[in-house]
T-cell receptor
Framework: GQQVMQIPQYQHVQEGEDFTTYCNSSTTLSNIQWYKQRPGGHPVFLIQLVKSGEVKKQKRLTFQFGEAKKNSSLHITATQTTDVGTYFCARDNYGQNFVFGPGTRLSVLP | DAGVIQSPRHEVTEMGQEVTLRCKPISGHDYLFWYRQTMMRGLELLIYFNNNVPIDDSGMPEDRFSAKMPNASFSTLKIQPSEPRDSAVYFC???????????????FGSGTQLSVL
């Protein structure tokens, strides 16, 4: 299956600053999922986006799916130390399994 | 439900030894996945099963790796013989299978940290 790329690879922010990670694909995606993995933990599902241009919010997290369904973003407003971890996007692979991006590791300095 | 259960949590072994990792998926889930996570390669899909049948094992590194799912509630990933480069965190994950977009999220186990010396 096709890969998805994520940028940046690492991001260090001061607590209270905003954070955005981007997920890009060279091919059109049927849907995109986002997961969060805390240090030493396992990936935990955050959200799935299906529709072109879709925007979903979870408290301070805003997820967007591009109009062309080739990219997606996750934006965190006013980061907190609890936001620390690696954020992965995952693309659907023919409705069977999900291929994960390399992730963006977020560090939040108190 | 207790979620996806993996054992052991940590495994330290010597090169050449056989390693068996175990996974119990969430009851009712039709799909089971084995992933390997390393700093260099990220989260790699090794193999996945649908209704206990292996569907795609193209991610299995080589013949030293094998996976089975004898029933809906149990799967194993075996490495024989193990090598230092197999050191990684191995995750098992499961999901439902209606395909209607409502329950396609993956539930991961806590993983097995494997160290091959």
């Amino acid at each position: 299956g096709q890969q998805v790329m994520q940028i940046p690879q690492y991001q260090h922010v001061q607590e209270g600053e905003d954070f955005t990670t981007y997920c890009n694909s060279s091919t059109t995606l049927s849907n995109i999922q986002w997961y969060k993995q805390r240090p030493g933990g396992h990936p935990v599902f955050l959200i799935q986006l299906v529709k072109s241009g879709e925007v979903k919010k979870q408290k301070r997290l805003t997820f967007q799916f591009g109009e062309a369904k080739k990219n997606s973003s996750l934006h965190i407003t006013a980061t907190q130390t609890t936001d620390v971890g690696t954020y992965f996007c995952a693309r659907d692979n023919y409705g069977q399994n999900f291929v994960f991006g390399p992730g963006t590791r977020l560090s939040v300095l108190p | 439900d207790a979620g996806v259960i993996q054992s052991p949590r940590h495994e330290v072994t010597e090169m050449g030894q056989e390693v068996t990792l175990r996974c119990k998926p969430i009851s009712g889930h039709d799909y089971l996945f084995w992933y390997r996570q390393t700093m260099m390669r990220g989260l790699e899909l090794l193999i996945y099963f649908n209704n206990n049948v292996p569907i795609d094992d193209s991610g299995m590194p080589e013949d030293r790796f094998s996976a089975k799912m004898p029933n809906a509630s149990f799967s194993t990933l075996k490495i024989q013989p193990s090598e230092p480069r197999d050191s990684a965190v191995y995750f098992c994950a499961s999901r439902g299978g209606t395909g209607d977009g409502t329950n396609e999220k993956l539930f991961f186990g806590s993983g097995t940290q494997l160290s091959v010396l």
